[in-house]
């Protein structure tokens, strides 16, 4: 199957994976987890994919969550295999396939509860979650996200009560099914927690996105852990604004935010 | 980045490969294209991608289209790596590294315009093409793509909007964009292509999932390409029913879908 001289594309695969090693290492004790990208890994094809699994393993030996951002969704026999490939693995005639063992994925909720139900029950067995987008942070979010629908509510509203219904609240109060609401619309926080009251939420769009921290106040209204900002760009390019090296740089900018977020918990 | 020691997953991808090339190649003389499961090779890993895009060589050596079923979605920046993992490729320092290569991606569109017209730049400097989900198949695509919008659209048809928006028409007067529209529900295939005229339909839910060729006449108004029927466990396990050789089955149950489709159109 592959081409055992390692080409252009191993190459780059390990060099992207040196600096996510090297970012996990220096924000290792300002963050709770990491959230990979995988579409970064995916255009280096089968080495893009093995340094995925590395940059996870970095990540867990450190102690930190893995969020594999890769915004799956589709009909369920075909997300029970997304399942496999984010979660626990495969179980072939030749002995199992290890998943990313992730401990949160990110999800595509537009085919419906049934397409999340088989993520959902995988995530669950593992004490894992997911994150359901529902607001996100780009400008064309509205295109579809912000449709006012006949009943009054928006399309963001109703994917939030999908994401309460699939939802189980542990003893902690939180949901295992989470939300991805981006810190670009802050104004729709409000009205997307009183919907979801015990999920958590994932913020993107902080810093390089134009989201401010100051503004996510009711996302932590269920506690701590109501919140996980994720800040990558502004994190591994704070060296750009900050000068000095660029391990220092990111570990600096993640204490930051860190103590700029944990001022909003009421 | 590799455990040199082919270990299950590499012997896994070997075995999800060879009845994929063994299907290819039954097949190919009654099927303009063939569309490929992301997950199921995902699932896998490293190896399964290598598969995939072994797949993939095979389907463009027998002169059929690559349709990357991946149904991918993110906020521009993510869609231009998605962009390069499945068209054109990526530059790196060490030199280009492939993209899959693919005819076509599918394309979720829940994060709007933005998120699309990357994937959309790239595939149409290749020749290539997105379908775009307007109306799947599976039970629950009613619980997003059905809600009743404050105009009286449904969300589907106004995704059938962005898609005519985005495409452009080409000479043969299809567009370089298309909808994913199921076999599930004909009923709607009539108003979504009054939306969509230019748009080719990529039809799934044939066979295994329920859907009837013959209810399937509005998707072939543009002409004989406006329909791509995706039949993948119908083909796949024909043997199942038909018994005897899997590839005759396969090729057999191929040409009895091609003669019902061509039958329809006008």
Redesign the interface.
């Known amino acids: ?2 081409n055992n001289a390692p ?9 992207v ?1 040196a600096p996510c090693e090297l970012v996990i290492e220096a924000v290792a004790e300002q963050c709770v987890g990491v959230k990979l ?1 995988v ?2 890994f ?10 995925l ?2 940059a996870a393993r970095a990540a867990r030996e450190r102690e930190l969550l893995v969020i594999a951002d890769a ?6 026999v ?2 029970a ?2 399942a ?2 984010f979660f626990g ?2 179980s ?8 990313l063992g992730a401990d949160a994925l990110t999800v ?8 999340m139900a088989p993520l959902a029950e995988a995530a669950r067995g593992l004490g894992s979650g997911l994150f359901v ?1 529902v607001r ?10 912000e ?4 009943d ?1 509510l928006s ?1 963001s509203e ?2 939030a009560e ?1 994401v309460a219904q699939l939802g189980v609240v542990g003893d902690s109060g939180l949901s295992d099914i989470g939300a991805v609401v981006g810190a670009t619309a802050p104004e729709r926080m409000e009205t997307l927690r009183e919907r979801m009251p015990h999920a958590s939420f994932l913020i993107p769009g902080v810093g390089a996105q134009g989201g401010a921290v100051e503004a996510l106040g009711p996302a932590f209204s269920p506690g701590p852990a109501g919140g996980l900002i994720a800040v990558s760009r502004g994190i591994v390019s704070a060296y750009e604004r900050r000068g000095g090296d660029p391990a220092a740089a990111a570990r600096s900018e993640a204490e930051s935010l860190r103590r700029r977020a944990w001022s909003l918990v009421p």
């Open positions: 199957l592959f080409g252009p594309a191993y190459a780059a695969a390990e060099a994976l990208q579409a970064c995916e255009r280096l094809g089968a080495p893009g994919w093995a340094a699994h590395r915004k799956r969704g589709d009909i369920a075909t997300a295999a997304y496999q490939a693995g495969t072939t005639p030749f002995g199992p396939v290890e998943g595509n909720p537009l085919l419906g509860e049934d397409s987008l996100t942070t780009n400008p064309g979010a509205g295109d579809v996200q449709l006012e629908l006949a009054g399309v109703r994917l999908l």
